[in-house]
């Protein structure tokens, strides 16, 4: 099985940075190779649906992200540690949510594309 694991979230002023890793197994034993997977963050903030950040495919780097993270966020990948990273920049209070990544095979910010989901790592954003 796919297996996918966050980490990096933690407690930090606004304006401050933070970069969350997303360590991903096990596509060999899922019949597809780790460059036909998209991998995408999540975030769920308290009381509010999740919805998708940015996603980045392994085998050609295209990468998509939701218009409020554009030029805040970046999201970037080890094709050799299969680590996808998102370095979140200019954090403000309303970026704290629990972050989760998962993978899917389309390249897009819908939840409904991604199969493998992972644990969430908590981001906040004091003011």
């Known amino acids: 099985d796919v297996q996918l694991q966050a980490s990096g979230g933690g407690l930090v002023q606004a304006g401050g940075s933070l970069r969350l890793s997303c360590a991903s197994s096990?596509?060999?034993?899922?019949?597809?190779?780790?460059?036909?997977?998209?991998i995408g963050w999540f975030r769920q903030a308290p009381g509010k649906e999740r919805e998708g950040v940015s996603c980045?495919?392994?085998?050609?780097?295209?990468?998509r992200n939701l218009d409020s993270v554009k030029g805040r966020f970046t999201i970037s990948r080890d094709n050799d540690k299969n680590t996808v990273y998102l370095e979140m920049n200019s954090l403000k209070p309303d970026d704290t949510a629990v972050y989760y990544c998962?993978?899917?095979?389309?390249?897009?910010?819908?939840?409904?594309?991604?199969?493998?989901w992972g644990q969430g790592t908590l981001v906040t954003v004091s003011s």
């Open positions: 998962a993978a899917g095979t389309v390249l897009g910010t819908s939840e409904r594309w991604y199969e493998y």
């Open positions: 096990g596509f060999a034993f899922d019949g597809f190779p780790v460059n036909d997977y998209v």
């Open positions: 980045i495919r392994y085998s050609d780097g295209r990468t």
